[in-house]
């Protein structure tokens, strides 16, 4: 399965947990409108805390429930393939937004279920509609291949750090057979 996200705010280098979830709010609603459409919308009980199959996407951390597409329990990995469009000439990126490898990090971070609730920012709760929170990974190990184009993003900003960026995710299946049939088309 493929399909991309797309992502335009502020990336920041050594991003805070407000930082990252407010990635993650981006991404949460073209992920549920994802799971409106085949073939996940045929898999919807996984997304139900104890399914009938024995498996559940969700991910219990603070307050949130959430449910990634990409996870352990299901034998999945994923490929990423970044285009990251950013102000300033090429090869400034040290000097403008911060360097490529921490904001990197925030954008992985944000793609994957918080490991533990301190991971959130405080006191938060899920909104209207944030129940399930859908991320991609449930971990960003499941990550097996990692490709990253940046280039200048020719359009005015409001701070060196905001980005454009779209993110192609592929699934790979780790197993061959785990039980829940026509998952392994995915």
Same mark, same amino acid.
């Given at each position: !399965?493929?399909?991309?996200? #797309? ?9 805070? &947990? ?12 073209? =992920?549920?409108? =994802?799971?409106?459409?085949? &073939? ?8 139900? *805390? ?17 449910? *990634? ?13 970044? !285009?990251?469009?950013?102000? %300033? ?21 944000? =793609?994957?279920?918080? *490991? #533990? ?47 454009? =960026? ?15 049939? %026509?998952?392994?088309?995915?």
């Amino acid at each position: !399965m493929e399909f991309i996200l #797309h992502y335009r705010g502020e990336l920041k280098s050594n991003g805070t &947990p407000e930082d990252k979830h407010r990635i993650r709010q981006r991404f949460h609603p073209q =992920l549920k409108e =994802l799971w409106e459409q085949p &073939p996940l919308k045929h898999f919807k009980e996984l997304l139900e *805390p104890k399914s009938e199959t024995g498996f559940s996407l969700i991910r219990e951390v603070g307050a949130f429930q959430f449910a *990634p597409l990409i996870a352990c329990n299901l034998n999945f990995l994923a490929e990423l393939e970044i !285009m990251l469009l950013r102000p %300033g000439t090429p090869g400034n990126i040290v000097q403008r937004g911060g360097d490529i490898d921490n904001r990197l990090k925030t954008l992985l971070d944000a =793609l994957a279920v918080p *490991p #533990h609730s301190n991971a959130l920012p405080r006191g938060i709760k899920p909104a209207d509609g944030e129940t399930p929170f859908f991320c991609v990974l449930e971990d960003d190990a499941l990550i097996t291949k990692l490709s990253v184009h940046t280039d200048r993003l020719l359009e005015g900003t409001i701070s060196p750090s905001e980005v454009e =960026l779209t993110v192609l995710v592929r699934t790979k299946k780790l197993a061959k057979e785990i039980g829940i049939g %026509g998952l392994d088309d995915l």
